[in-house]
């Protein structure tokens, strides 16, 4: 491997690492919004839980919605970043746990979830955008919606 391609490799991964933290931090952060879709997601993404598949930016709005209606705060943090590269492609693989809220006044009465991840990205011209999303649960605790 030449040095401009390990540094395009760095590069590379360094670039999905950020995605996937923007992605765990607007779930917090700007979740009372959906203007921040694109900075994370292509507009066809396909996104698998536990409670069901979300496709595309109409997808995305109605994920969000259901956390924003169930929950009132929520805490995720993802870790262990493994990033398998492709050309334009990657494969971006992470733990998940996640804290949700559903009434400030109340916080220990949480739901709490723990996973794995597995993302696929592809380069745009607006840079690495993740355009699937499967996400493992492992355990919870807590009280799950609908219970």
Request: proline letters at 2%; charged letters at 25%.
């Amino acid at each position: 491997m030449s040095t401009d391609d390990l540094v395009g490799a760095l590069r590379d991964r360094a670039e999905l690492t950020a995605l996937a933290d923007r992605y765990v931090t607007h779930l917090d952060r700007d979740r009372h919004r959906d203007d921040w879709f694109g900075e994370v997601f292509t507009d066809d993404v396909h996104l698998t839980f536990p409670m069901g598949e979300y496709k595309g930016t109409a997808g995305l709005t109605e994920f969000q919605e259901l956390a924003r209606t169930t929950f009132e705060r929520t805490h995720h943090t993802a870790t262990n970043y493994t990033i398998d590269l492709d050309g334009d492609r990657a494969t971006i693989h992470a733990h998940l746990t996640a804290v949700h809220v559903r009434q400030a006044a109340a916080p220990a009465e949480h739901f709490t979830i723990g996973g794995h991840y597995e993302a696929g990205a592809v380069r745009t011209a607006d840079g690495w955008r993740i355009q699937r999303f499967v996400f493992d649960l492992v355990w919870h605790a807590g009280r799950a919606p609908g219970h």
